[in-house]
């Protein structure tokens, strides 16, 4: 069992940021591929980050892309999300989540029945 749980969340102004933390308890968290996943009222949950076991892949969605930086430490097993550039559309309560198992090449784990483990999730709300 991996236990997770999030905190950073907040309401902040449109451009403006926001860091996300996630930290684990539990099993190693070294050999859990992580990911950031949102889902904002009436809709569905969406991907928005991953991050490789090892640290050395990380892959976004597009609506995300150069704007949000996922990131982990190992030692501390937390794994960030730094939000720069926040849009009203960011609004959305933000979930991570850990995959035990591992992925290569360019695919990477996108999709919720992809992970094994969740958080309860923090809320982000950007203000315009």
């Known amino acids: 069992q991996v236990q997770l749980v999030e905190s950073g969340g907040g309401l902040v102004q449109a451009g403006g940021s926001l860091r996300l933390s996630c930290a684990a308890s539990?099993?190693?968290?070294?050999?859990?591929?992580m990911g950031w996943f949102r889902q904002a009222p009436g809709k569905e949950r969406e991907f928005v980050a991953a991050?490789?076991?090892?640290?050395?892949?990380?892959s976004y969605a597009d609506s995300v892309k150069g704007r949000f930086t996922i990131s982990r430490d190992n030692a501390k097993n937390t794994v960030y999300l730094q939000m720069n550039s926040l849009k009203p559309e960011d609004t959305a309560v933000y979930c991570c989540?850990?995959?035990?198992?591992?992925?290569?090449?360019?695919?990477?784990?996108?999709?919720?029945?992809?992970?094994?483990?969740w958080g309860q999730g923090t809320q982000v709300t950007v203000s315009s």
């Open positions: 989540a850990a995959r035990g198992a591992s992925y290569s090449g360019p695919y990477y784990p996108h999709l919720s029945t992809e992970y094994d483990y």
């Open positions: 539990g099993r190693t968290f070294s050999g859990y591929s």
């Open positions: 991050i490789h076991w090892s640290g050395s892949s990380t």
